[in-house]
């Protein structure tokens, strides 16, 4: 990536060791909202000779003293500029030395959340990537590591940092985290907190103190977290043989937190809304969502934490894998069918929109100038995507013996992708050098399939001729082929599975391969499991794709046709095409049918988003019209609603769950199901069940669903109201509140329905959540974001510049709603683009919001 090489670009091939190592860090903390002192002592040492000590510091920081070996250096020696602070090679010993700074802080007046700041009267931290070089100096890099004895004083009851308790008086808690770390994973929170307690013993013995702090009168919201975090610690110890480290596990909600959460060792720190949840206040999603995120800040201890990365290059080390990981957990506790679809569901909707924008980029990117901009689909998702590749190709024992060489060979390292890579080569003797690939170029592959057969006395002969191509991204003009499992399976013309699945492993730009010895023609299912993040096309007919939606064995690839023939449908219509019948019919039997998963037929029901049905017309093209796909798909859905209407009432009425709410799987997959056939069965009932469910039901999932349905039938006012009024005080519901209304809106009020919300007073944008809630939920309604007369744009263009002086992290990330601007018609492009100057011309605009915007116009 070359694109914006601008003057403060990080580029990986400038990685350089630090010249010095660190060994101990000791802090203590004088913790008082505006002025908070900070007392450090670094044990370091000269790695070379002759070499400044540049220490990382934000503007904010202010020092009030410094000393080396308890002396202070001459201040000429001694160079602060707004983001470093460095002390001359001649003022610093030739041997180890103790350098100790004092500085001062003002956590109140931090609304960037980023290091030390106040949420809610708590005291806490967010280090990750570059945060802690705002609390004082230090080398902020991953690959500088210590160990930290970390003392807090203050007057709040609780005081928590990473490792182990080791002393704790009135207002002064002493903490000592034995396992060498990186400052980004150091951690702090101070406040009146509660704890939900249990313990966890590994298997070697060791007994650990769980919690799950909370502010008071949250504490019946967090057993569910609990139960989370000893699933995980336990998965962990089966699946990958990887034991937790320390005597506690701390877990801390936070109300004001920029992302979802954050691995700090021994001390996890969380946004609320991915720990707190009852029946009343969280949906089904909700609770596989905390399940999913507490596993995967979990997992992290061993994959982020014991093995860190390099460089901020490598994110996806830890991350891709962490994700890979927290997958697999939950297919483990919950369906791997539906587990696996939904993923491909989140990863076309999220990276393969980045990838088809001006913001794609590789997983392991090669240069960035804001760090923070780069947490992304494509380091995240892809970055797990790959190693499923991955393990594909190497096997199941192959990809075991390949942990099992990582965790031996780099435990206590920062590595990099290619150590990574290295063992699986040693673990498995296969060369990755055309692999890696995967980790160093941007774009998703093309892949196109096309099918011959030749028949022939001793039977006859398929052959299945692949080719490859990558479209060019920036600063990626052309693309070398790679390596691409695709699996396949044989289906005979009688539904029985011909050849159970296979991989092929395709590594030129086109490649053939050949079945002979067949009975009969059989239908391809391929790509099966989703094999590789990929496009395929390929030439089948509605009839085929019904067929395979009928007998696939594999239950993606039955998903897959039935959403290959509800997009032909889509894409059709929203260019003026009639279609739609061979999906209606499908669909009619599928949901007839009792035997399937209700999740499974939940997923097959519920129709591509408006989005996805955009970007499938994008790479084939054409130029997506965002008011012909929503009128497309409200017809596709009437007419399966008006078609199947006896079927639907009665699956309505069964998939009704008795009993009291549960969060599980199978409760929550005929729910899902009962949600899916309300969102129809409500385009011609004019709403009666939905207002009929949202009155009695007793649980978020129901209410959420049947509002939605409501709204979006231009209705659902008085049940607005009164979830209002019961959850005025609860912050996490009035987020969906703010959030559902411009998602569901018709799309022509949707800009005119987010700004009259901004006005309200409870529209308390600071907070990350509630902004997210309106703003995301405005990018959420394809067509309403991009109206026509360009209302969705100037609200939001409006909204970042606001939020962005505020929080430059928040801005950056909402401002992606913008990424996918070129590939509208020439009139939404100009809206858009000046939205995006708008923000571009702004006095004093962040590097984060920058950096965006320029690769966004670039
Ligand atoms: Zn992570």
Redesign the pocket.
Known sequence: MTQTPGQTAHNLADYRPYPFVLTATRMTFDLQPKATRVRTALSLAPREAGMDLVLDGGKEVELLSLTIDGKAPDPAHVLRRDETLTIAAAALPPHPFLLETDVRIDPSANTAFEGLYISNGMFCTQCEAEGFRHITFYPDRPDVMATFHVTLDSDLPVLLSNGNPVGQSQGRAEWHDPWPKPAYLFALVAGDLVAVSDSFTTRSGRRVALNVWVRPGDQDRAGFAMESLIKSMKWDEDVYGREYDLDVFNIVAVDDFNM????NKGLNIFNSKLVLASPETATDTDYERIEAVIA??YF?NWT?NRITCRDWFQLCL??GL??FRDQQFTSDMRSAAVKRIEDVQALRSRQFREDQGPLAHPPRPDQYEEINNFYTATV?EKGAEVIGMLKRLVGDDGYRRALDLYFDRHDGDAATIEDWLKVFEDATGRDLAQFKRWYTDAGTPRLTMAEDWQEAEAGGTLTLAFTQETPPTPGQPEKLPRVIPIAVGLIGPNGDELAPTQVLEMTGASQSFTFDRLGARPVVSALRGFSAPVMLSRQLDDATRAFLLAHDTDPFARWEAGRELALSALTAASQGKAAGGDYVDAIGRLIADGTADPAFRALCLNLPGEEEIATRLSSGGITPDPDAIHAAREALARQIAETHLDLLSDLYDAMAVDGPYRPDASDAARRSLRNAVLALLTRIDGGERAEILFGIAGNMTERMAALTALLRRGRGQAELAALRDQFADNRLVMDKWFAVQPMAAPPAQAAQVARSLSQRKDFDWKNPNRFRALIGGLSANHAGFHAADGSGYDFTADWLLRMDPVNPQIAARMSTAFETWTRYDAGRRAKALAALERIAAAEGLSKNTREMVSRMIA
């Not at 979802?260 to 691995?263: N, S, V």
């Open positions: 979802g959460a954050m691995e995967h800040e992290h982020g830890k991350e962490t994700v995240y």
